[in-house]
């Protein structure tokens, strides 16, 4: 294998252990669950990334195919990570209503989802299919 592959393979791994370093000092130092939460899911997603781009180049410098496996892991990672998140923070909220008005503002005519049901949206079709009869 050549040096500057291998060079590049240990910075990938160099590199990925720091943000799993961060990723877990943030997670036990920060305060509360929701700033708790952004640390692991973004550093350390950072930091396993990095670790499986650095074996799927390893793969590629030994056998000289890319590996399907580090591709797979990553993909899984990456769609897994922010939805497990996301769910974490809707229990969290849901766990904590006094958190409501902390949130900042939707931007839409209706609240969060999580403490306020959207507007039905039959209601705007059936006034359409009125509006078209009486024409």
Do not use: N
């Not at 130092?29 to 929701?34: C, I, Y």
């Not at 949130?103 to 059936?126: C, E, H, I, V």
């Amino acid at each position: 294998m050549a040096f500057w592959l291998e060079l590049v393979i240990s910075l990938l791994i160099v590199v990925g252990g720091c943000f799993v370093i961060v990723g877990s000092v943030g997670l036990v130092k920060l305060p509360d669950l929701m700033s708790r939460l952004h640390a692991p899911t973004k550093a350390t997603t950072l930091g396993v990334g990095g670790a499986l781009v650095a074996s799927m180049l390893y793969f590629w410098g030994i056998e000289g195919k890319v590996s399907i496996h580090e591709v797979l892991i990553t993909a899984f990672l990456f769609l897994t990570a922010p939805v497990t998140a996301h769910f974490v923070a809707k229990a969290y909220l849901h766990q904590h209503p006094e958190k409501k008005p902390e949130l900042p503002p939707t931007g839409r005519p209706y609240g969060w989802s999580t403490y306020d049901a959207p507007p039905d949206s039959t209601a705007g079709q059936a006034g359409d299919v009125e509006a078209e009869k009486k024409d």
